[in-house]
């Protein structure tokens, strides 16, 4: 065997032997590098070369990126001597997560239901975060769950991480774990995570920021809060907290000693309890939502910067409101919370068969955070559509919100198809010129990583009122729920794709067989594999595995396509 090659990049290096293609080598030792379809098509992974040799693996096709002759793509090519690369297109996120070994410096409670818990980074490697990002607390059983770090760089001490947790009825961590901590006590985590965090440089002409928290989301908004109240980049702050009721506010002493400090700071609670409780100003008491109220406030929103951390329905109803309310695109940024399963929060059973491997960071809470955060994402970007926008328009649209969201890259390509291209599966050429129509059918199909996890979901939608469109969108959600039930039942991957056939006949629809289902995990699945779920002869593994289903209107030149991970648990 030769000896391997140096890959040298302006952030550091990795080695490959040769034999495998110079992406999957990267992917392999954890070096972030840009790519996105791994098929060559997408040009993604693209890098100029320094200086050394390399050689194609596979002949490029009609479909093909043509790189420029200073270039490469990474997915395509190996190594045959040392490289140097460099990417004029891409810049290497901050530090990757890590993970670290902790001590409990102290818990105590914040109100009835939310705990204070602060603790100590220890070792000699500097923990560097950003206000915005949050955590992950690695348990025994193998489970994770994310905290939001409450204080900036620094304020608790110079290895000191503050978290805000609220109790759930039927949390394992915060009722069995959480109470029994003590000083002292060791724990280990891993990150920072998050993108939800201030750009470098702010958007040409924002110069107000309004923060969106409701319960312990003031955590992740608080230290964006305080680094903003420390610049001169805002001439407003404005904060609406939303809680049942205001003792709820657990940190109102220190925001009212903020107000006037710094750039003009507001803080306003939003209250929703039942009824005896007001809100602070009698001409919002109709406004029982924090992003309803901040509406209402009349803010200039063309010059405004917005964040929002808390339950996903705020976040989403946020997102649309306030967009509805004239701020524009790309100046919303948010992090929802979803809380982790009690059930299902070990990590799986040994794989049953070759095809299922996951790597020893895999849980089952991380899959399902990365799904439920796609699903997010998938109904956001819907909401985007507007009749008029191109294909190639939308696609754009549709990774700018991804990137806001916090997904770090996307794992497969985003495809979104427009009327009569809806009938296609996504390996096939959309027409990236087509429009959405006022009275037409689009499908989204993402592939988002999310803290290093892959998230897949897909579905469709229709504008107007046609039935025939509705009908095939329902369609293909009856299709992959009918099939995920008998999968329920025992079914083989085989045999699953052979009933949904059948099903997609009763429905008035032809089951598109190009799309065979896959793999997810941690991200890169396609270390383990690239198996097809239609190929498999065995029954299919809980959470690891992705149903497809695209159909065809057998009358109307119309498709329609719906995808999620099949899942034992009630879906959500």
């Given at each position: 065997?030769?000896?391997?090659?140096?890959i040298?990049?302006?952030?550091?290096?990795?080695?490959?032997?040769?034999?495998?293609?110079?992406?999957?080598?990267?992917?392999?030792?954890?070096?972030?590098?840009?790519?996105?379809?791994?098929?060559?098509?997408?040009?993604?992974?693209?890098?100029?070369?320094g200086?050394g040799?390399?050689?194609p693996?596979?002949?490029?096709?009609?479909r093909?990126?043509?790189?420029?002759?200073?270039?490469?793509l990474?997915?395509?090519?190996?190594?045959?001597?040392?490289?140097?690369?460099?990417?004029?297109?891409?810049?290497a996120?901050?530090?990757?997560a890590?993970?670290?070994?902790?001590?409990?410096?102290?818990?105590?409670?914040?109100?009835?239901?939310?705990?204070?818990?602060i603790i100590?980074?220890?070792?000699?490697?500097?923990?560097?975060y950003?206000?915005g990002?949050?955590?992950?607390?690695l348990?025994?059983?193998g489970?994770?769950?994310?905290?939001?770090?409450?204080?900036?760089?620094?304020?608790?001490?110079?290895?000191?991480?503050?978290f805000?947790?609220?109790?759930?009825?039927?949390?394992?961590?915060?009722?069995?774990?959480?109470?029994?901590?003590?000083?002292?006590d060791?724990?280990?985590?891993?990150?920072p995570?998050?993108?939800?965090v201030?750009?470098?440089?702010l958007?040409h002409?924002?110069?107000?920021?309004?923060?969106?928290?409701?319960?312990?989301?003031l955590a992740?908004?608080?230290p964006?809060?305080?680094?903003?109240?420390?610049?001169?980049?805002?001439?407003t702050?404005?904060l609406?907290?939303?809680?049942?009721?205001?003792?709820?506010c657990?940190?109102?002493?220190?925001?009212?000693?903020?107000?006037?400090?710094?750039?003009a700071?507001?803080?306003?609670?939003?209250?929703?309890?039942?009824?005896?409780?007001?809100?602070?100003?009698?001409?919002?008491?109709?406004?029982?939502y924090v992003?309803?109220?901040?509406?209402?406030?009349?803010?200039?929103?063309?010059?405004t910067?917005?964040?929002?951390?808390?339950?996903?329905?705020?976040?989403?109803?946020?997102?649309?409101?306030?967009?509805?309310?004239?701020?524009?695109?790309?100046r919303?940024?948010?992090e929802?919370?979803?809380?982790?399963?009690?059930?299902?929060?070990?990590?799986?059973?040994?794989?049953?068969?070759?095809?299922?491997?996951?790597?020893?960071r895999?849980?089952?809470?991380?899959?399902?955070q990365?799904?439920?955060?796609?699903?997010?994402?998938?109904h956001?970007i819907a909401?985007?559509?507007?009749p008029?926008?191109?294909?190639?328009?939308?696609?754009?649209?549709?990774d700018?919100h991804?990137?806001?969201?916090?997904?770090?890259?996307?794992?497969?390509?985003?495809?979104?198809r427009?009327?009569a291209?809806?009938?296609?599966?996504?390996?096939?050429?959309?027409?990236?010129?087509?429009?959405?129509?006022?009275d037409?059918?689009?499908?989204?199909?993402?592939?988002?990583?999310?803290?290093?996890?892959?998230?897949?979901?897909?579905?469709?939608?229709?504008?107007?009122?046609?039935?025939?469109?509705?009908?095939c969108?329902?369609?293909?959600?009856?299709?992959?729920?009918?099939t995920?039930?008998?999968?329920?039942?025992?079914?083989?991957?085989?045999?699953?794709?052979?009933?949904?056939d059948?099903?997609a006949?009763?429905?008035?629809?032809k089951?598109?067989h190009?799309?065979?289902?896959?793999?997810?995990?941690?991200?890169?699945?396609a270390?383990?594999g690239?198996?097809?779920?239609?190929n498999?002869?065995?029954?299919?593994?809980?959470?690891?595995w992705?149903?497809e289903?695209?159909?065809r209107?057998?009358?109307?030149?119309i498709?329609?396509?719906?995808e999620?991970?099949?899942l034992?648990?009630?879906?959500?």
């Amino acid at each position: 065997m030769s000896s391997p090659y140096t890959i040298t990049l302006e952030t550091g290096s990795f080695t490959t032997d040769g034999g495998t293609s110079i992406l999957d080598a990267a992917l392999a030792q954890g070096v972030p590098v840009p790519f996105s379809c791994q098929r060559g098509e997408c040009g993604s992974c693209r890098a100029q070369v320094g200086a050394g040799d390399f050689e194609p693996i596979t002949a490029p096709n009609e479909r093909s990126y043509v790189p420029a002759d200073n270039e490469l793509l990474m997915c395509q090519c190996r190594a045959v001597s040392d490289l140097s690369l460099r990417f004029a297109h891409w810049t290497a996120p901050g530090r990757p997560a890590q993970r670290y070994d902790a001590r409990v410096v102290s818990r105590r409670p914040l109100t009835t239901g939310i705990t204070q818990l602060i603790i100590e980074i220890q070792g000699d490697d500097a923990f560097d975060y950003l206000p915005g990002q949050h955590v992950q607390l690695l348990l025994e059983d193998g489970g994770r769950r994310s905290f939001s770090i409450a204080n900036t760089p620094g304020a608790a001490g110079a290895c000191r991480l503050e978290f805000h947790i609220r109790r759930t009825p039927q949390g394992a961590f915060t009722n069995n774990i959480l109470p029994a901590l003590t000083p002292g006590d060791a724990l280990t985590l891993e990150g920072p995570y998050g993108a939800c965090v201030l750009p470098s440089t702010l958007p040409h002409g924002v110069s107000h920021l309004v923060l969106l928290a409701t319960g312990t989301g003031l955590a992740g908004v608080f230290p964006i809060l305080m680094r903003a109240l420390e610049s001169d980049h805002f001439t407003t702050v404005t904060l609406y907290w939303g809680a049942r009721q205001r003792a709820d506010c657990y940190a109102s002493g220190l925001l009212n000693a903020l107000q006037g400090k710094g750039p003009a700071f507001r803080w306003h609670p939003v209250l929703s309890g039942d009824g005896t409780a007001r809100h602070d100003d009698a001409r919002h008491d109709d406004a029982h939502y924090v992003q309803d109220r901040a509406a209402q406030a009349g803010h200039d929103w063309a010059r405004t910067l917005v964040y929002a951390c808390g339950n996903g329905a705020m976040v989403r109803a946020a997102q649309a409101r306030l967009r509805d309310a004239g701020l524009p695109d790309g100046r919303f940024q948010s992090e929802a919370f979803v809380p982790a399963s009690a059930t299902l929060a070990s990590p799986p059973a040994p794989a049953a068969h070759p095809w299922e491997r996951v790597s020893e960071r895999f849980t089952m809470d991380g899959i399902l955070q990365a799904r439920q955060r796609s699903i997010t994402a998938v109904h956001e970007i819907a909401a985007l559509m507007t009749p008029g926008i191109t294909t190639a328009d939308a696609i754009a649209r549709a990774d700018a919100h991804l990137r806001q969201m916090g997904a770090s890259h996307n794992w497969h390509p985003t495809y979104i198809r427009f009327g009569a291209d809806s009938q296609s599966p996504a390996v096939q050429p959309t027409d990236r010129q087509r429009t959405l129509g006022e009275d037409d059918i689009f499908v989204i199909d993402i592939g988002p990583v999310w803290d290093g996890y892959e998230g897949d979901y897909g579905d469709t939608f229709v504008t107007g009122s046609n039935a025939d469109r509705q009908r095939c969108a329902q369609a293909a959600r009856d299709v992959f729920e009918r099939t995920r039930l008998a999968w329920l039942n025992g079914m083989t991957g085989q045999a699953l794709y052979e009933l949904a056939d059948t099903y997609a006949h009763e429905l008035g629809c032809k089951l598109v067989h190009e799309i065979p289902g896959h793999r997810v995990s941690d991200f890169p699945h396609a270390l383990y594999g690239k198996h097809q779920l239609a190929n498999a002869d065995f029954v299919p593994g809980d959470g690891i595995w992705v149903l497809e289903i695209q159909v065809r209107d057998q009358h109307q030149p119309i498709g329609a396509f719906y995808e999620d991970v099949l899942l034992r648990a009630a879906m959500a």
